[in-house]
């Protein structure tokens, strides 16, 4: 037995890490644009990274580290991606850690994390002037989460202090960022979860796949794959408690709690829909539909609409290439059956009481095709005016 009991202040609960965001000048009116994350002594770290081909250069660079490698420290920053920019992209970024390591000496085998316009080169000289404003002994989760922030319009972070049935405890905490280019191909965003528990590595190798495919792999703002898309699990092991059912459970509540935050923060998006098949030949052919829903732009815009036009969504099914029937296939909002093999149309009251589904905040479109026993749950949201405004000028 064990409790997972929500904690505040995110990251400065795990012990043996530190971490700070300051303002460089890449964001206005003093925001926060640079950050790190540290530890005393090196620590194990796992990372999942971008489907994408074109990697940017902090991915290659930590791609070159030899596998296994320990690290005590993460540089991040917001607004320039540096992706597509070759190797002096990653020169760069060996140069930043040489001025870094003039005021940190310890560096070991350190990490850079980036985030904002792909195509441009850091400003080095200009990065490298926030170094002096860290403490590198301070505790400020807050200023943290709001450095790698972008076009999100909240900060997103977490803490579990997983209490065991002895009364021993260790902490998992979580920052992330994204709220556009969210695509489910690996985890369309920046995450980083530290932890205290007294983890093995293969655990963390083992565990945060599946967690990641569960929650970030299963969610969709505008069906773009980011060049950075970056998922880091670091543990100090300082506490020197650990249980892996605990653990396990604590970092599926994490990584589905944030993955939500992150749809809901779709650039303009007013509600969070989760697409729930079923039914499906295989749980592979269950995501595939699931998914292609959740990407859909005429399923989007529906939903932002609110409009239950169920033909969009039994279309998007049909064009997924799994199998499928129009004659089993069932479709609900929330528990209001709105197309089935002997209700094809809607009636003015069932229209309009899945209408009054699609104007809450949260509802599920559950798709059951019965054909077997797959399923998968991917999660997304509407897509409106606002979204177009954001990317229209997102340069500038």
């Not at 932890?195 to 773009?224: C, E, H």
Request: with cysteine; charged share 25%.
């Amino acid at each position: 037995m064990f409790t997972l009991l929500p904690v505040q202040n995110g990251l400065d609960n795990v012990e043996g890490f530190f971490c700070q965001g300051v303002h460089a000048g890449f964001k206005p009116n003093q925001k926060e644009d640079v950050a790190f994350i540290r530890t005393d002594e090196p620590c194990d770290v796992s990372g999942i990274f971008t489907s994408n081909v074109f990697q940017a250069a902090p991915i290659k660079h930590f791609l070159r580290y030899p596998k296994g490698f320990q690290t005590n420290f993460i540089l991040m920053n917001a607004k320039n991606a540096n992706a597509m920019t070759g190797e002096k992209g990653i020169e760069d970024i060996d140069t930043l850690f040489a001025k870094l390591q003039t005021l940190f000496p310890k560096l070991h085998h350190p990490i850079m994390s980036s985030t904002g316009v792909i195509g441009y080169r850091h400003n080095v000289d200009k990065m490298a002037l926030a170094f002096e404003k860290f403490d590198f002994n301070a505790k400020d989760s807050h200023s943290t989460a709001s450095a790698i922030m972008t076009t999100d319009s909240f900060k997103k972070e977490l803490c579990l202090k997983v209490i065991l049935e002895d009364g021993s405890f260790f902490h998992i905490a979580a920052i992330c960022k994204g709220a556009g280019m969210i695509n489910p191909a690996m985890a369309t965003m920046l995450c980083f979860i530290l932890t205290d528990a007294a983890i093995p590595k293969a655990d963390m190798d083992a565990l945060l796949l599946p967690a990641v495919q569960a929650s970030f792999n299963a969610v969709s703002v505008d069906g773009d794959t980011s060049t950075n898309d970056t998922v880091l699990l670091l543990s100090s092991r300082k506490s020197g408690v650990y249980e892996k059912e605990a653990f396990n459970e604590a970092l599926k509540r994490i990584t589905q709690e944030l993955s939500l935050m992150l749809v809901r923060d779709g650039e303009g998006s007013t509600k969070v829909v989760a697409f729930e098949v079923s039914g499906a030949q295989n749980d592979e052919e269950a995501e595939r539909a699931a998914k292609a829903l959740s990407n859909s732009l005429l399923v989007k815009t529906a939903l932002f609409g609110e409009d239950p036009n169920w033909g969009r969504i039994a279309s998007t099914i049909g064009a997924s290439g799994i199998t499928c029937s129009e004659e089993s296939l069932v479709i609900h909002y929330d528990d209001i059956l709105i197309y089935s093999k002997d209700q094809r149309s809607l009636d003015e009251q069932t229209e309009k009481k899945a209408a009054e589904v699609m104007k809450k905040a949260s509802f599920r479109i559950r798709c059951e095709l019965g054909i077997a026993d797959g399923s998968f749950t991917a999660y997304g949201c509407d897509l409106g005016h606002r979204y177009v405004e954001i990317n229209a000028d997102y340069r500038t």
